[in-house]
């Protein structure tokens, strides 16, 4: 669905919409606190989409059915992994981030769809995983559940801060409570810090991000992963005007006129290709982000998606508030090494953390 054509109405009627939207978000992620422990050797625990999911208290074959959930498994619980979704598995290409045992052992796993492209029932139940755990916008989760007749469990990664609880409820489920209590406990600390910041900040560029998929003409909604990290980061995202149907969609194409009349102060294009597309296509030029040289790209190890999306946040605040200058530099490479070490056991070199997203 597109809103090229749609008119986009004012804050006054948005702002009710996404506060309920924000407030049910928050109600659904502090959901997954609640366990109860059966006396046949399961355990019923409530997921991030409020479902009272019932499973085996020990797991030994999990399965994942997208890439932030199956990084998880592969950190927290690779002996319990029975297979990688096709979007973790484009990721292993380059292979970066894991040893050469460890990138042997996933590229041998049977690869399964994601939620959102279409899933096997058949193959799910061939490969008998104790549970799947999928995303809260899994549309189908309790017919595959049925279908299956597999426990399957919703966790989520919008809002950006919503990870904590995600990572803390995979490591509940597999029985690696203290590991992700670590990895939790720097995520929530992290975002804690940019909101610190953001409290204190006069400073709130308006940005777009633009460019997930190579489209350069497309924005993510206020409830999305991207746009919740440019809000926290002490931006105004300029999707949060967009209708509430399309808050949640990460990418929603919109006309070249929108975008100038948007004029940001500040664009976030996905990687590196799709700058050089802003900076150069003669139709971007009249914005005033172009005009100033205010276009930028992530770092390939610090993006605003996936499990390092918390340094992605990072990233953002010291391009929307300090101005990517060398003290927001020094604090980014010194939390990247951190994040590396505690998540995937080794720091980056020098040429990874100034990395370009492509």
């Not at 894991?98 to 899933?119: C, Q």
């Not at 194409?253 to 900076?279: C, F, H, L, Y």
């Not at 340094?311 to 090494?337: F, K, P, Y």
């Amino acid at each position: 669905m597109s809103i090229k054509n749609i008119a986009l109405p004012g804050p006054a009627l948005i702002l009710p919409v996404l506060v309920l939207a924000l407030l049910a978000a928050v109600c659904s992620a502090s959901s997954g606190d609640t366990n109860k422990t059966g006396t046949d050797g399961t355990v019923t625990i409530t997921d991030m989409l409020g479902r009272k999911v019932t499973m085996p208290k020990t797991i030994h074959r999990v399965l994942a059915l997208h890439p932030i959930p199956t990084g998880l498994l592969a950190i927290l619980a690779p002996q319990d992994q029975v297979s990688i979704d096709s979007y973790f598995q484009r990721s292993l290409k380059t292979h970066d981030l894991y040893t050469d045992d460890e990138y042997k052992r996933l590229s041998n796993l049977p690869v399964t769809g994601v939620y959102f492209t279409g899933i096997s029932a058949e193959q799910i139940i061939e490969l008998h995983p104790d549970v799947v755990i999928t995303m809260v916008n899994d549309k189908n989760i309790d017919r595959e559940q049925q279908q299956t007749g597999i426990p399957f469990f919703a966790v989520s990664k919008a809002p950006t801060s919503s990870y904590e609880t995600t990572i803390r409820l995979v490591g509940q489920i597999v029985g690696q409570q203290k590991r992700a209590g670590e990895m939790a406990g720097f995520w929530a600390e992290t975002v804690q810090s940019v909101e610190n910041t953001t409290a204190k900040t006069t400073r709130h560029p308006t940005v777009l991000y633009t460019g997930k998929n190579g489209h350069t003409t497309s924005v993510p909604g206020r409830n999305t992963v991207f746009g919740s990290t440019i809000d926290t980061a002490g931006g105004q995202s300029v999707g949060d005007e967009l209708p509430s149907a399309f808050a949640s969609n990460e990418s929603n194409p919109v006309s070249m006129e929108q975008v100038v009349k948007w004029n940001p102060d500040i664009i976030i294009a996905s990687g590196a290709a799709s700058r050089n597309t802003i900076m150069t296509d003669p139709q971007w030029h009249a914005l005033k982000a172009v005009q100033t040289g205010h276009v930028y790209a992530p770092r390939a190890f610090a993006g605003l998606d996936g499990l390092q999306a918390v340094l992605g946040m990072v990233w953002t605040q010291g391009v929307l508030i300090e101005g990517d200058d060398a003290a927001a530099e020094a604090r980014l490479t010194s939390l990247m090494q951190s994040y590396y070490q505690l998540f995937y056991g080794h720091t980056l070199t020098a040429s990874q953390i100034g990395e370009p997203a492509r």
